[in-house]
Every structure is written in structure tokens, then in C-alpha cells.
């Protein structure tokens, strides 16, 4: 490991710490499917409604489990907050741009065997909306090879209420052909809505 990783460890687990009692009174939730989440480098691939939704799964996930999130280049700027997510090794996205260097950021990531935590939607979204999901995690998964692993949360979240977060089965994208990223991209999104459940 190197001493970059190590440092990105160290605040990691700092906000981690913090998160986690927040998480736990206002926010409980019942993983499912942990096991499922494999050694090495994997793509972890929620839905995603609200701002907490990162923590959510990095906390189930465990203590143990580092995860690089990408993130809005706009979270960059938030005092503090955005400060420390750089520390901990977030990948910040211009959205809507084809932003390059932080493609090659993840896939340096995952190629050095870290996990990366990735909304195929691209943004928040809510209630029945749909927005298709976005081809950059399917690109990112043929180049590394690393798994994807879906992962359902519901997007109705309430203070208090109980909520499932669901880890589904890993699997990879094999070599695919230009037009065939859209499809798969939409595959993923049918995945994750397939592991929904009511409790």
C-alpha cells in the first residue's frame, strides 16, 4: 500500500466514524447480500435519491471495506466536507462534460485494486422519475475488468424508518462493442431494480 492509499485510509475511516452513529439513529437500515461484495477491485452500483446515499452503502459495507466515491465537482467546494472527501480519495465529476481525467482516475482506481462507488443514473433522482443510466460505468467495467455489483436502496428514505439496502451478485462485462454500452447500461439499472424488496 502506498502512502497515498494509507492517507486516504486515515480520513476515510475518520468520516466514517463520524457517519456512523448519524447513520444508525436517523437513518437504520437492514443490508442484505453482503456477502456478495468481493475482495479486490469492484464497480458498487447504487441508485441514488439523496445526498447521504454514499455513507449509506459505505457504512454497510463495513469499516474495513474502503470505497472511492466519484462525486459532482461541485461537492469539491463545500467548506470542509468537500475538503476532506478529496483527502479520502473521492473522484470529483464535471457533470455533463465529457470529463476525462477523472475517467482515468477511476480506472487507475480500479486498477490498483480499490472499489469505486458509482450512480449509473449520473444524479440524484426521485420519486417514479426515470433518467437512463449513464454508459461510463459499463466503459470502465470492460476496460478494468473489475465486477459490477448492483445495489438497491429505495428512493422514498424517511428519518427514522427503517429502510433495505440490497447487495446483489457480482458479475463483469465482458468485451463489448460501441453500441452496445447503452443496453448494458440499462441492464445494470434492471438488475438493481431487481433486488428490490419491501423490508
Known sequence: MTKQQRAQRRWYHFLFAIAWPIVKIFYPNKAYGLENVPEGPAIICPLHSDLPDPFFVSIAMGWNTFCHHMAKHTTRQIPVFGWIMMKMGSIFVHRGEQDIESYKASVRALQAGEKLMVFPEGTRVHGDDFIPAKSGVIRMAAMTHAPIVPVYM????????????VFGEPYYIE????????????????KIWALKREK
Not at 447503452?182 to 434492471?190: G, N, P, T
Open 175 to 190: 468485451k463489448a462493442g460501441k453500441g452496445d454500452y447503452d443496453r448494458l447500461a440499462q441492464e445494470l439499472l434492471d
Open 154 to 165: 429505495p428512493r422514498d428514505k424517511k428519518i427514522f424508518r427503517p429502510f433495505p439496502l
